[in-house]
């Protein structure tokens, strides 16, 4: 069998890569889309180096839209084939997907706009709401750490991975000629403890390992760290300076913990009595995704919830779904904290209000995870005077302040001590994805120095015999 990477190769979004058998059948895993690169994304979005009506069938990992969002695409270029993963996946796929479709819409009536004032025609959006719903029916639910057969010559079984609700390592058992070859794609790690969800399990042994190396050269901060420099950042932005705290946030996961953590800071009395809003269609429907699967959640949530039935709501917070009263969050000036999406600062309604806040010093925009180099958010990070949003220059006089520790990947020891539950001997050959090439070219050298071995990084559409 072969194995092409076709996204997320020496890069951190466009997760694809095509696993392709003897009898020619096509396994793809993850179908994510490329996001932060502006006009280039449409393009490679576009052309994905494979026929969508040849793919068999689509295994995901987890459904971050960097790993599922590609799959309407598909959907609407011919492809009928199957998609599986967990459960939860599948739900929070069920409302990711569409409202991707309605942005990829909204977006290209915006630009369809500019183009008619240029004389130019107008173009097609990526995919719309409605090839959305429609490659729902496509999709299989699974659970965790149960055998499901593809096929007589493919077997299944999906393992935690604690990155996300749902998410899990991709654990193939592929059989050609009578010899059986182990696969293992790990999509993204989470961290060793989650605030929400259950520690990542071990999965089993493999012949081949693809893995993620999104912080292949850092180290995070403990998680207590983190959630107290949160509490700092809410009182000096809220209490001490009286200004707006705008964190940008993805709308699933992060923004939960987010809440989930503000919800306990509520319940011990040590959070100001201010107003919290969670402005995010999605990630307001991805929180009653996750009132449904308390399955996923570690010990520490479910005692909470043994006197607090509900751990992503108290009197302060808001969930705010219509555009009118996200508008009307711009128009306060009193001290408030404004959780939106999308978390890299690109897209949703989180660019309307950094650009109408960003220029007042007494606010503070909060980066709580990580920013491609290419995104608005990465240009705030590094330090730019002024940022263009929406085509306006902004001027950056807000504090600009980061916490990693909320990141939901693993750092360089974390993925390591994960991916150490495997027999080293065994495995045939490591490929890394889903990270810059230097953090892969320094988690490469530590993978070398614990004993992995034969360890590649490949290229956009390099293509290697297993």
């Known amino acids: 069998m072969k194995i092409k990477f076709l996204g997320a190769a020496r890069e951190v979004t466009g997760s694809k890569h095509l696993i392709t058998t003897l009898n020619g059948k096509k396994i793809l895993l993850d179908c994510g889309v490329y996001q932060g690169k502006g006009l280039e994304t449409d393009a490679m979005n576009r052309n994905i180096g494979i026929e969508p009506h040849e793919v068999d069938h689509i295994v995901l990992t987890h459904g971050h839209i960097d790993h599922s969002g590609l799959i309407p695409y598909f959907y609407r270029h011919g492809f009928r084939g199957s998609v599986i993963c967990t459960h939860a996946t599948?739900?929070?796929?069920?409302?990711?997907?569409?409202?991707?479709?309605?942005?990829?819409?909204?977006?290209?009536?915006?630009?369809?706009?500019?183009?008619?004032?240029?004389?130019?025609?107008?173009?097609e959006p990526l995919y719309t709401k409605e090839d959305a719903d429609n490659c729902m029916e496509l999709f299989i639910g699974i659970p965790y750490n149960r055998k499901f057969y593809i096929d007589h010559e493919t077997k299944l079984k999906i393992t935690n991975t604690g990155h996300m609700l749902g998410s899990g390592v991709v654990n193939l058992e592929i059989t050609e000629n009578g010899k059986m070859t182990r696969v293992a794609y790990t999509g993204d790690i989470g961290r060793p403890e989650n605030r929400i969800l259950r520690s990542p399990d071990a999965f089993p042994q493999c012949d081949y390992l693809i893995t993620e190396s999104t912080y292949g050269n850092r180290l995070h901060p403990h998680r207590q760290s983190a959630e107290g420099e949160l509490l700092r950042v809410v009182n000096e932005t809220c209490v001490d300076?009286?200004?707006?705290?705008?964190?940008?946030?993805?709308a699933i996961g992060r923004a939960q913990e987010l809440v989930h953590v503000l919800n306990n800071y509520y319940n011990d009395g040590l959070l100001p009595r201010i107003q919290i809003y969670l402005d995010s269609p999605l990630a307001v429907n991805a929180t009653e995704i996750f009132r449904m699967h308390p399955e996923c959640f570690n010990k520490e949530v479910l005692e909470v919830m043994e006197t607090d039935p509900d751990p992503f709501?108290?009197?302060?917070?808001?969930?705010?779904?219509?555009?009118?009263?996200?508008?009307?969050?711009?128009?306060?000036?009193?001290?408030?904290?404004?959780?939106?999406?999308?978390?890299?600062?690109?897209?949703?309604?989180?660019?309307?209000?950094?650009?109408?806040?960003?220029?007042?010093?007494?606010?503070?925009?909060?980066?709580?995870?990580?920013?491609?180099?290419t995104t608005l958010g990465a240009r705030i990070l590094r330090g730019d005077t002024e940022v263009?949003?929406?085509g306006t220059l902004h001027q950056v006089r807000a504090d600009i302040e980061r916490i990693e520790a909320f990141s939901g990947h693993g750092d360089a020891e974390e993925m390591l001590s994960f991916i150490s539950c495997q027999d080293k001997a065994q495995i045939k050959k490591v490929f890394l994805v889903h990270g810059e090439i230097e953090a892969q070219s320094a988690y490469a050298e530590k993978l070398t120095s614990a004993g992995f071995s034969n360890i590649e990084i490949p290229e956009v559409g390099e293509e290697f015999e297993l």
Do not use: W
Not at 112 to 120: E, V
Not at 241 to 250: A, E, H, R, V, Y
């Open 313 to 373: 709501g108290f009197s302060t917070l808001h969930y705010i779904k219509r555009a009118e009263d996200s508008k009307k969050l711009n128009e306060m000036n009193k001290p408030c904290i404004i959780i939106s999406a999308s978390g890299m600062m690109e897209a949703g309604r989180i660019k309307h209000h950094i650009a109408n806040n960003i220029s007042n010093p007494a606010n503070t925009i909060l980066a709580v995870g990580y920013c491609a180099p």
């Open 90 to 123: 599948r739900d929070l796929c069920s409302i990711m997907l569409p409202d991707s479709g309605h942005i990829q819409e909204s977006d290209t009536q915006r630009f369809n706009k500019k183009r008619a004032y240029q004389g130019l025609p107008p173009v």
């Open 241 to 250: 300076k009286g200004g707006k705290l705008i964190i940008p946030s993805f």
């Open 388 to 390: 263009s949003i929406f």
